[in-house]
């Protein structure tokens, strides 16, 4: 008999604005079901946004979508803000101080929680009637991991619960609570948590070192699972040969929004002091303002989100992708998905953030590309000099998806299998 698992998230395509935010689990789903696991997916149902090319990977699944209110005024909310559309999330915006400061320090562990109920109900009809014995709960919004524990609570021993961080709770500063009241709380949900559950899986290895030392011991129950690139991904036949200009690409989301973890400013200002000819090629829900644009010109080119072949093309016809990120708060966790995406294209990666982010380390250790600390100028300025240099000789870093297959997602959600209940 097939093991059966219910994967319980609140993103799912195609009520997501980004695939960056819901790709883990949507692999994680095709992998398992393609191993022989009968696999069950429970999500939120929002606002209709995109496959972003998945969809018949997503009928393959058994996908039960809960109508939920907040998805879909947060699906309306992101599409409106990314299109600079006047959304109530934009920082002009009078309502948006509430919104982003007072109802997150309120709101333990976060405003999700007042929706979880209904994930609960619609989880326990499908662990009954389909007879599942691995429930595995994949997060953030870390609200949705109370849905588990209640689900365990309810069916004590006859369900295994897997809890999954793709980014951690209280051990990095984006989820925890200023008010040290909530914060207590917010801390003590994530005790119970990790008591209750069977199995941990994380996706960074800097997230189990601080857990340990500050919310619960796991090592016994945990497993590291990075996100990983897809084994089928064609590489090109062919090395690519260079562009006419440097072309440095960054597929996903960025803003310059003072509160945004993924700001460019830094990078953007010796962009524009560069003295040589480049392009920065954002693809995704980008949101820039008119002041970058007007002061990068021809040095910045904008493009809507594509699906992910499309993404992978696109990479394969650059010179240089980018990894950005800004805050410093829970950085040396910081991989991002789309390090495994830029491996399949096979081209050289360059890590602008600071200096103890994982995907910088992984970068380097791998030989596979450069980095400089988005607070240094002048390092970012000689590295991109150095970049330039070995553009125009020909002579950037050449590398061989072949000599990083532990990066595979396939190597990396194998570690699964074994640990599901028959």
Known sequence: MSPKILIITRD??????????????????????????????????????????????????????????????????????QNQAGSLLSPDNPVSSFIRNAIPDLCVPDIFVFFINSFVKQAKRLIKDNGIPNVLISTPPHSLQLAGLKLKRHFKERIQLLVDYRDSWNTRGLCKKRNPVSQWFNAKCERDVLSAADRFLYCSQPMLGKIHQTIAPVESKATLMCNGYDRNAVPAADPKAKNKILTISFLGRMSDQPESTMNPGNFFRIISEFPHPVQCRLVGPVLISQSWRDRLGDKLHISPPV?????????????????????????DEVISGKLYDYMVAERPVLVIGPPDMEARRIVLNEGIGYAADIDDEAEMRKVLNDIYARWESGQLPAYSIESLKEYSRDSQYAKLLPLLKP
């Open 12 to 81: 799912f395509p195609p009520y997501y604005h980004s695939l960056g935010g819901v790709v883990r689990t949507l692999k994680m789903a095709e992998y398992l079901l393609d191993h022989g696991v009968d696999v069950y997916v429970l999500a939120a149902k929002g606002k209709p946004i995109s496959y972003f090319g998945y969809e018949d990977t997503v009928k393959r699944l058994k996908v039960t979508y809960v109508d939920n209110l907040w998805q879909a005024f947060y699906n309306d909310q992101q599409m409106r803000f």
């Open 307 to 331: 699906s992910h072949p499309q993404a992978i093309d696109l990479m394969r016809d650059s010179d240089i992708l980018l990894i950005l990120y800004s805050d410093r708060d829970g950085s």
